[in-house]
């Protein structure tokens, strides 16, 4: 990993992934305990992803209200 890191160009983008989207991710597998999809099937998947995702931000602004 550290020589990943020492190419030009590779450290910045790899800070970006702290401030786009893992804490998020972070977030709904440690507050939501979410940690594996229940249904099979491409398509139930997103259905789900779309709930979890959907729960999510219903209760950041819940929070934020």
């Known amino acids: 990993m550290r020589d990943k890191l020492k190419r030009a ?7 970006l992934r702290k401030q786009v989207v893992e804490p998020v991710f972070g977030q709904i597998k440690q507050a939501r305990g ?4 229940l249904l ?7 259905a789900e992803w779309a709930l979890i995702c959907t729960a999510h931000n219903l209760t950041k602004l819940a929070r934020a209200a």
Do not use: D, P
């Open 34 to 37: 979410f940690r594996q999809f």
């Open 9 to 15: 160009g590779r450290r910045t983008r790899y800070r």
């Open 40 to 46: 099979r099937g491409i398509e139930k998947v997103k």
